[in-house]
């Protein structure tokens, strides 16, 4: 039996199926046991290494991490969207010299390591951690975000753009109305991930002495009247990052279906509109 994909697996390769899956289970099963071992064996779970965390000073020492990093993301990521943004309709214009200059720009800081740019705002011009954390994330996940508006702007069926020139809309219009509510959908899921980049990247402050989450880990970690509980601050600080990951991926898959249900997409008769019927912006449509 096949279908048009693919042949539908028979008995004895279900069974085969089924033998590499309980082994696969079985081998990742024991190498979980093996590094739970070792964190035993070298005595990561002592009461010593995890008495620190019970004290209220260091909870409120992580805490403060946590926002201080919450609020750099929050920042960097309002800015770097709207940078992204500027950038994209620069490139898209149709006036050379400001696609020029805007591909300049673009290019510069999507090559420029992030780290490299938080310093240099940092030491060359003498502004306070935040701002220099922020001005870094900002010019590459700009950069980055610049380049894929553009291509989901341009991934929109080119008879899109001709058909609602012809309607009689202006540029601005054809780019708010048609194309930009069409490229948000496929654009999503990259957006997303280049914000779950600078969400991570927040760590980096901790190199400029920003107090942040990662900062917040590091000074317990090296405190020797703790005995140095490198593990435990690694096995507290990285579910907190992966669960704020999650959170965005479950912000996008949310937003997604929102926009599936949405009354004014959904069933919306998407064929030529009667003569004399409003365009955007207040334009009728010319009688046949």
Known sequence: MTTALYDVPGPRTKRRHLFYGLASTV??????????????????FVAEKWTPFTYKGIQDLLLKGLANTLKAFGLAAVLSLALGAVLAAGRLSEHRALRWVCTLLVEFFRAMPVLVMIFFVYVALK???????????????????????RTGVNSVDRGQHEASYALGMRKTQVMTHVLVPQAVRAMLPTIISQLVVALKDTSLGFLITYEEFLHAGKLIASNLDYDLPFIPVVMIISPIYIGMCML?????????????????????????????????????????
């Open 27 to 44: 081998v990742i099963l024991a190498l979980i046991g093996w590094i739970i071992y070792l964190l035993f064996d070298t005595g990561q």
């Open 127 to 149: 502004v306070e951690p935040l701002p220099a954390l922020v001005a870094g994330l900002t010019l590459y996940n700009g950069s980055v975000l610049a380049e894929v508006f």
């Open 248 to 288: 965005l991926s479950w912000l996008a898959n949310w937003v997604s279906r929102r926009q599936k249900r949405n009354p004014k997409v959904e069933g919306t008769d998407v064929g030529a509109p009667e003569p004399g019927s409003l365009l955007p912006g207040g334009h009728k449509r010319p009688a046949a």
